[in-house]
């Protein structure tokens, strides 16, 4: 069936690399929706059987990338497909993520309090014990009392937020890009969710009465110093990727990261174990920043309706 035989279509985007469990509850959480949706899956080539769990569910639309190309790559992907198959709407998460039962349903409720005119909502984002999730607090407008008659519908206006459960129209999509896929990971929806409120200007919003479980390890912040020897090589995106992002902010945001480098640097010393790698990753990935140039990339063809399989 061709999308634009539905009314306000949704396709929930879903990027899941080697976490069937969490796909699992996440898809569960999906078809649990009081909205209804499209579900459109992006393998990032997983190697723990999720390609042959995904072929026997059926009502989902799946798509295998062929080779990992990270969460920035799998949401590039994904939300290209979805506006290239005529959605109305695209909302996307990561694996992990658990929306309550109405989450999607408040989201088109904002929708319509704000008749369209937004540029991104942001679903509250909870850890497994109900707590915040420190990992995806959104960044406020500072001059976000100017929307103050939107506090009584909990619609707050910001200016970052993460993609577990972001929700935006798919002809935003076309106006300001796909996310950039060169990021790999980290970074790629700061840079996304910016593009769109701070530089391009467009009222963005926390829509607090949808929520999500976020069902990560723990409720920590990323810290080079101390994580996982395993995953320290990881962090080397996370500094590249910040080093392009606060370069586009001017004097303030390279201060602002010099700043958050040094204190990156004397948490290592400190108490890195064992420092040499954690030192080698932190330094190659503000080297690697200076230089580093990706591109966004648009939707630039002629839209065309065509099937999903």
């Known amino acids: 069936m061709l999308r634009s035989e539905r009314t306000r279509a949704v396709a929930a985007v879903v990027v899941t690399y080697n976490r069937l469990e969490l796909l699992r509850q996440c898809v569960e959480a999906l078809l649990a929706q009081t909205s209804s949706c499209d579900i459109l899956?992006?393998?990032?080539?997983?190697?723990?059987?999720?390609?042959q769990w995904l072929a026997s569910q059926p009502g989902l639309f799946c798509r295998n990338t062929g080779s990992n190309?990270?969460?920035?790559?799998?949401?590039?992907?994904?939300?290209?497909w979805a506006v290239e198959a005529g959605y109305d709407y695209v909302w996307v998460m990561d694996d992990d993520t658990l929306p309550q039962p109405d989450a999607l349903e408040k989201l088109m409720e904002a929708d319509g309090i704000l008749n369209g005119n937004y540029g991104w909502l942001s679903s509250v984002a909870l850890w497994t014990d109900g707590s915040e999730c420190q990992m995806n607090r959104?960044?406020?407008?500072?001059?976000?009392?100017?929307?103050?008659?939107?506090?009584?519908?909990?619609?707050?206006?910001?200016?970052?937020?993460?993609?577990?459960?972001?929700?935006?129209?798919?002809d935003t999509i076309r106006r300001f890009g796909l996310p950039i896929k060169e990021f790999f990971i980290w970074g790629d929806d700061i840079?996304?969710?910016?593009?769109?409120?701070?530089?391009?200007?467009?009222?963005?919003?926390?829509?607090?009465?949808?929520?999500?479980?976020?069902?990560?390890?723990?409720?920590?912040?990323?810290?080079?110093?101390?994580d996982d020897p395993e995953r320290i090589g990881r962090y080397f995106y996370a500094f590249r990727n910040e080093a392009y992002l606060y370069r586009q902010e001017g004097i303030r945001g390279?201060?602002?990261?010099?700043?958050?480098?040094?204190?990156?640097?004397?948490?290592?010393?400190?108490?890195?174990?064992?420092?040499?790698?954690?030192?080698?990753?932190?330094f190659h990935g503000i080297w690697a920043g200076c230089f580093f140039?990706?591109?966004?990339?648009?939707?630039?063809?002629?839209?065309?309706?065509?099937?999903?399989k």
């Open 254 to 282: 390279r201060a602002y990261c010099f700043a958050k480098r040094c204190r990156d640097f004397l948490r290592i010393v400190r108490y890195g174990k064992p420092r040499l790698p954690r030192l080698h990753v932190l």
């Open 69 to 80: 190309l990270g969460g920035a790559g799998g949401f590039h992907y994904g939300m290209r």
């Open 41 to 51: 899956i992006v393998d990032n080539a997983s190697t723990d059987g999720t390609a």
């Open 293 to 308: 140039q990706p591109r966004v990339e648009n939707i630039t063809e002629n839209f065309v309706e065509r099937n999903l």
């Open 138 to 170: 959104q960044k406020l407008k500072k001059s976000f009392y100017e929307y103050n008659p939107l506090l009584k519908h909990g619609l707050v206006q910001a200016e970052q937020a993460t993609f577990v459960s972001l929700f935006l129209r798919a």
């Open 191 to 226: 840079e996304f969710t910016r593009r769109i409120a701070v530089n391009g200007g467009l009222p963005c919003f926390i829509a607090g009465k949808s929520q999500v479980i976020h069902a990560t390890k723990s409720n920590v912040g990323s810290n080079v110093a101390l």
